[in-house]
T-cell receptor, first 110, second 114 residues
């Protein structure tokens, strides 16, 4: 069983702050890593993906990947109350499926 | 607009009853997936299908069945053998080269045993 670990939180940050979400994975053969946002009672929606070591930026979001440490993170800059949701880390089992972490609940306090 | 449609949004099942959850996509995606989500747990894979008339068991297939007779459709039957079916069920699809494109999810079906 491939493991994807996330701190379940809840994580609370004030509006305008940086939120940092972390994820570790067990399978060294994993090739791609996705972050999904899930609002309460809704289905997950894709935020961004990362494949190579280093940082990838998309607007207020930055994904960071370190394959040697088997670690991926998501930074949310200038956090807004609308960012309050559960964030799911998904790790690809090459060619077949994704494995998901349990998610980190984020609350942005106005 | 292209997307994935799951129905119904809410479903109630009596003890000993089989129920079928519908999943239809018009994205022309080859692969389709069924996941189950329970509170405090991640998404767990029930079944997936990469081509028509073929499907594979995921990590928690016991008590479930699927079919893939058309590319667009991948219905999930929750049988009476599934002892704890109350959960949020998510259908997803993906393009070829899943590792680059990820999943597109439907809006989900919330199943409750009454």
């Amino acid at each position: 069983q491939k493991e994807v670990e996330q701190n379940s939180g809840p994580l609370s940050v004030p509006e305008g702050a940086i939120a940092s979400l972390n994820c570790t994975y067990s399978d060294r053969g994993s090739q791609s890593f996705f972050w999904y946002r899930q609002y309460s009672g809704k289905s997950p929606e894709l935020i961004m993906s990362i494949y190579s070591n280093g940082d990838k930026e998309d607007g207020r979001f930055t994904a960071q990947l370190n394959k040697a440490s088997q670690y991926v993170s998501l930074l949310i800059r200038d956090s807004q109350p609308s960012d309050s949701a559960t964030y799911l880390c998904a790790v690809n089992d090459p060619g077949n499926q994704f494995y998901f972490g349990t998610g980190t609940s984020l609350t942005v306090i106005p | 607009d292209g997307g994935i449609t799951q129905s119904p949004k809410y479903l109630f099942r009596k003890e000993g009853q089989n129920v079928t959850l519908s999943c239809e996509q018009n994205l022309n995606h080859d692969a389709m997936y069924w996941y189950r989500q329970d509170p405090g747990q991640g998404l767990r894979l029930i079944y997936y299908s990469q081509i028509v008339n073929d499907f594979q068991k995921g990590d928690i297939a016991e008590g479930y069945s699927v079919s893939r007779e058309k590319k667009e459709s991948f219905p999930l039957t929750v049988t009476s053998a599934q002892k704890n079916p109350t959960a949020f069920y998510l259908c997803a699809s993906s393009r070829y080269r899943l590792e680059y494109y990820g999943y597109t999810f439907g809006s989900g079906t919330r199943l409750t045993v009454v």
